[in-house]
């Protein structure tokens, strides 16, 4: 049988302590942005959108292209296309796939947020595309899962500091388990 949490946690112990740009790492930028999600009263699949958005970043991609030292470009779809693979619930899947493209619908329509994003946050943001055209965000502002992706996008924001241990994460693995369990329509 195939364990998708043993290759998760194997991809966090072998690339979690890669930085992207930020002052922290791939890992203490998960488990924060899981840790807010939970204690911010989300529900489990959000908290585990938190834990795995930037997952793509971790995986070996053939021909992907590099952010410059930020991480790689595409991640977010590289990390939607991944956890649907592994059997996560298209709603977790869809929130990874949309954190970026929820940054760029927030620098568009909110100024303030703009100007609040960290140097690496705003040196990808060329990277993805810039902000949205008025025409995109009128779009993207028509979602109807709106709330939780911009939810998402603020956890990913907020979640900047480092000095997590990899056993911080070991109440998520059993949430993951217990998602991971529950069948899906069409599996």
């Known amino acids: 049988m195939f364990d998708a949490i043993a290759v998760l946690q194997q991809l966090y112990r072998e690339h979690g302590a890669r930085h992207y740009g930020e002052a922290v790492s791939q890992f203490d930028h998960a488990i924060q942005a899981a840790t807010l999600a939970r204690d911010w009263g989300h529900?489990?699949?959000?908290?585990?959108?938190?834990?795995?958005?930037?997952?793509?970043?971790?995986?070996?991609?053939?021909?992907?292209?590099?952010?410059g030292d930020y991480g790689v470009m595409a991640h977010d779809k590289l990390a939607r296309d991944y956890l649907l693979q592994l059997g996560f619930s298209p709603r977790l899947a869809r929130l990874v796939g949309m954190h970026v493209e929820a940054k760029r619908y927030l620098c568009a329509v909110d100024p303030a947020y703009l100007a609040a994003l960290s140097p690496a946050?705003?040196?990808?943001l060329g990277y993805q595309g810039g902000p949205m055209r008025a025409d995109e965000a009128d779009a993207f502002s028509r979602l109807?899962?709106?709330?939780?992706?911009?939810?998402?996008?603020?956890?990913?924001?907020?979640?900047?500091?480092?000095?997590?241990?990899?056993?911080?994460?070991?109440?998520?693995?059993?949430?993951?388990?217990?998602?991971?369990?529950?069948p899906r329509p069409g599996a």
């Open 43 to 67: 529900d489990d699949e959000m908290v585990l959108a938190a834990f795995l958005h930037d997952i793509g970043h971790l995986l070996e991609h053939d021909g992907a292209q590099a952010m």
């Open 144 to 182: 109807p899962d709106l709330a939780d992706i911009l939810a998402l996008r603020k956890l990913d924001e907020a979640a900047k500091d480092g000095g997590w241990s990899l056993d911080a994460a070991d109440w998520v693995w059993p949430l993951m388990a217990g998602h991971l369990a529950k």
């Open 121 to 124: 946050s705003a040196a990808t």
